[in-house]
């Protein structure tokens, strides 16, 4: 079992470029989340999905979109990217009940 | 909403000393206090959890306590071996509610000197 992937895992970007980030569980884990990490700032959800098919905002959402098209796999999207998104992004998924969430290896992304 | 602070932000301990972290809550509601431990390079692993219903719990040279009425709880790490240097964080959630949703603190490097 691979767990929780993460693609790619560096990516630098121009202002203005979009990108997919793309996580993918064999977990088979209901819920998924993108984080973002900053020095000092700990570790902040951008949006959250409790399924197949559904998204929610999390506590940093501006300049993100996501889908959930498919169980096993989380999109991260930035439509146009800003070096304030400069930063590590973690995907993590959780089985429900209480119970450990499980994290990718991060992407670090680097906007010019 | 829920608001986690966590002190220090930077340790330094000597090998084979003791090193303890502390986190304060806000939200009364939270019931589920996971510590997360994050090596170079690495995503966060769950190291050790603890719930409302909890004072203290044990795993070898790690422990974790709770203060519900001081809304406060911290990580004991005894016997510091190298290998335990990295970087923790604490977080809190209720579950039942909120999906899941983790309010993590702002991390704690620990530095293990041979």
């Known amino acids: 079992n691979a767990g929780v992937t993460q693609t790619p895992k560096f990516r630098v970007l121009k202002t203005g470029q979009s990108m997919t980030l793309l996580c993918a569980q064999d977990?088979?884990?209901?819920?998924m989340y993108w984080y973002r990490q900053d020095p000092g700032m700990g570790l902040r959800l951008i949006h959250y999905?409790?399924?197949?098919?559904?998204?929610a905002k999390g506590e940093v959402p501006d300049g993100y979109n996501v889908s959930r098209l498919k169980k096993q796999n989380f999109l991260l999207g930035l439509e146009s990217a800003a070096p304030s998104q400069t930063s590590v992004y973690f995907c993590?998924?959780?089985?429900?009940?209480?119970?450990?969430?499980?994290f990718g290896p991060g992407t670090r992304l680097t906007v010019l | 909403g829920e608001n986690v602070e966590q002190h220090p932000s930077t340790l330094s301990v000597q090998e084979g000393d003791s090193a303890v972290i502390k986190c304060t809550y806000s939200d009364s509601a939270s019931n589920y206090f996971p510590w997360y431990k994050q090596e170079l390079g690495k995503g966060p692993q769950l190291i050790i959890d603890i719930r409302s219903n909890v004072g203290e719990k044990k795993d070898q040279r790690i422990a974790v306590t709770l203060n519900k009425t001081a809304k406060h709880f911290s990580l004991h790490i005894t016997e510091t071996q190298p290998e335990d240097s990295a970087v923790y964080f604490c977080?809190?959630?209720?579950?039942?509610?909120?999906?899941?949703?983790?309010?993590f603190g702002k991390g704690t490097k620990l530095s293990v000197k041979p």
């Open positions: 993590a998924t959780w089985v429900g009940r209480v119970n450990e969430q499980f």
């Open positions: 977080a809190a959630t209720s579950y039942g509610g909120s999906q899941g949703n983790l309010i």
């Open positions: 999905s409790v399924g197949e098919g559904t998204t």
């Open positions: 977990m088979n884990h209901e819920y």
